[in-house]
């Protein structure tokens, strides 16, 4: 059975430093990409980047490029999702998607069950 | 950036009804679209891929259709487990990926 599972709830102070993890089980890891989906409170989903766990392989939205960094350890099949800097407008739930039928992109098959982080002074 | 405009961005529907929400792109994405349906609290759920393409596990009243610019999900008999919001998404391009801005399904 194919699952992503999310690390618990964050809740950070603006500035901080953060980094989140999505570790996949039940396929072979390195054979699909990553993506990580941001939902603010009570809004629509984006799409924030993807990773190639085999090879690194990475692309970043444009509005999410210099904010974020995603990473991937094969060794033990974990993306992750990191930020150096909090800030207030980053409060949301972060999820982590396997991404399938990657052409020139992909739709997202299997999700994590998210993590909410919670960013306040 | 692709931009995809659902509409309506709210619809009431009865049990039984047949439903069908649009998903327009601002170019062509050939058959690049997937449909997703989430419920308050959970994660989206994969319903329809490369346009018309059931996922599996998913019940044969969901469907799909289109391709270029104009896409359509339609529920041909509303179940009370289908009240929920619903997201198309085009992956012709990483250069982003893009989502809809979701229509959210509601009881009449």
């Known amino acids: 059975e194919v699952q992503l599972v999310q690390s618990g709830a964050e809740v950070k102070k603006p500035g901080e430093s953060l980094k989140i993890s999505c570790k996949g089980s039940?396929?072979?890891?390195?054979?699909?990409?990553i993506a990580w989906v941001r939902q603010m409170p009570g809004k629509g989903l984006e799409w924030m980047g993807i990773?190639?766990?085999?090879?690194?392989?990475?692309r970043y939205s444009p509005s999410f490029q210099g904010q974020v960094t995603i990473s991937a350890d094969k060794s033990i099949s974990t993306a992750y999702l990191q930020w150096s800097s909090l800030k207030a407008s980053d409060a949301a739930m972060y999820y982590c998607?396997?991404?399938?039928?990657?052409?020139?992109?992909?739709?997202?098959?299997?999700w994590g069950q998210g993590t909410l982080v919670t960013v306040s002074s | 950036d692709i931009q995809m405009t659902q509409s309506p961005s709210t619809l009431s529907a009865s049990v039984g009804d047949r439903v069908t929400i649009t998903c327009r792109a601002s170019?062509?994405?050939?058959?690049?679209l997937a449909w997703y349906q989430q419920k308050p609290g959970t994660a989206p759920k994969l319903l329809i891929y490369r346009a018309s393409s059931l996922e599996s596990g998913v019940p044969s009243r969901f469907s799909g259709s289109g391709s270029g610019t104009q896409f359509t999900l339609t529920i041909s008999s509303l179940q009370p487990d289908d009240f929920a919001t619903y997201y198309c998404q085009q992956y012709n391009s990483y250069s982003p990926i893009t989502f809809g801005q979701g229509t959210r399904l509601e009881i009449k």
């Open positions: 990773i190639y766990p085999g090879d690194s392989d990475t």
């Open positions: 170019q062509s994405i050939s058959s690049w």
């Open positions: 998607a396997r991404g399938s039928g990657c052409s020139s992109g992909c739709f997202m098959d299997y």
């Open positions: 039940g396929y072979t890891f390195t054979n699909y990409w």
